[in-house]
């Protein structure tokens, strides 16, 4: 898609389980390997151990980074029967803006990204403020496989086989307090490793928000895999937003702080261009955006001159569980 900058004026491309002891103390083992720097056949051992320990086959990983197994998800509607996208266009066809622009950007440059050490800092309004070290949300709850279909604002899609949990384990575990009505998501930021940053196509960090409801619903997840393995950096790696029903850019890459708010939180697209990217943002065929029809995407690999585009569902085929959030709104006033 194209924005038009307001600052630069010029039109850019946009383009439970508690976890048992066992699995935990080898996640300690997983990360104590990744601080030292030992990558590869140690993390993949330690991945197909930890499968084993849990009763989960190890799934075919078709990267080359550390293996991160999960198990098969008890949220209804949490995984669709639909062919996952190719892990080489899920990984090569990419928006994470901070690396560049073109599809093709975050794969070339998000080598930069150091992912380790890494913290996620809860603040605003709960009763558990804080900051945790990826050791810790890795281990507070299990991995599950979550293939969600992802919808981007652009007319795109694909099927990708997440790895994660319901965000709402942590919400529970940082008791929110009862003026928490939102929820906002601050990712990275750092002009040494992101290249892109200093660009004036958003102004960073990348922000995002939800309403509690919203974060507190079982489709929407914390992330720190894809395809049985952790996060590739042009993912969003160490950890990220998944939302399933709203358009891709509500789920942030590269976490580091979630802040509970009673006011509703700015976001970045909203902040860029008011009149094209609301703060709701569901998938909805029934509104256009100001530039396009958002009635039909290409689901990617499904490429070619005859290939036939996909109608888009309401939210994005999550209608069934989700609809009810916003049950009395007019879904064209809050877009
Ligand atoms: N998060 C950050 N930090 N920066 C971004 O530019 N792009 C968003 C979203 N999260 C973005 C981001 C958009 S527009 C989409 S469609 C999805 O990430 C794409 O996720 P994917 O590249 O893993 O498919």
Avoid at 76 to 94: C, F, G
Avoid at 262 to 272: D, G, K, L, S, Y
Wanted: proline share 6%; glycine share 8%; hydrophobic share 40%.
């Amino acid at each position: 898609m194209l924005i038009r900058s307001h600052r630069s004026g010029f039109d850019h491309p946009l383009s439970s389980e508690i976890t048992s002891r066992s699995v935990y103390e080898g996640r300690r083992e997983l990360l104590r390997l990744m601080g030292g720097g030992i990558a590869g056949v140690a993390l993949a051992t330690w991945g197909s151990r930890q499968a084993m320990a849990q009763g989960v086959t190890p799934t075919a990983r078709p990267g080359k980074l550390a293996a991160l197994p999960a198990l098969r998800s008890s949220v209804a509607a949490a995984s669709t029967l639909e062919q996952p996208t190719a892990y080489k266009d899920a990984t090569t066809y990419n928006n994470f803006y901070e690396f560049g622009t073109d599809k093709a950007d975050p794969a070339k440059n998000a080598h930069s990204l150091k992912t380790s050490p890494w913290t996620v800092e809860i603040e605003g309004l709960v009763k558990k403020p804080g900051r945790y070290a990826l050791e810790d949300l890795l281990k507070l709850a299990a991995q599950e496989d979550r293939t969600y279909r992802l919808r981007c604002v652009e007319g795109w899609s694909m099927v990708i086989p997440w790895v994660g949990y319901s965000l709402s384990e942590l919400i529970r575990r940082v008791e929110p307090l009862g003026g928490a009505k939102y929820v906002e998501f601050v990712t990275q930021a750092d002009p040494k490793t992101m290249r892109f940053i200093d660009s004036p196509v958003l102004d960073w960090p990348y922000l995002e928000g939800l309403r509690m409801d919203e974060a507190m619903h079982p489709l929407t997840i914390l992330s720190f895999g894809m395809y049985g393995e952790v996060l590739p950096n042009q993912n969003g790696a160490p950890v990220r937003l998944v939302v399933p029903w709203k358009y891709g850019f509500k789920s942030g890459k590269s976490l580091v702080k979630i802040r509970f708010t009673e006011q509703q939180p700015i976001t970045a697209w909203n902040r860029a261009a008011a009149r094209e990217y609301g703060f709701f943002s569901n998938v909805n065929p029934n509104v256009d955006h100001p530039r396009w029809s958002q009635a039909m995407e290409r689901r990617i690999g499904e490429d070619g001159l005859f290939a036939k585009k996909r109608k888009t569902l309401m939210f994005n085929g999550y209608e069934a569980q989700v609809g009810q959030l916003y049950a009395g709104m007019d879904l064209k006033k809050f877009f």
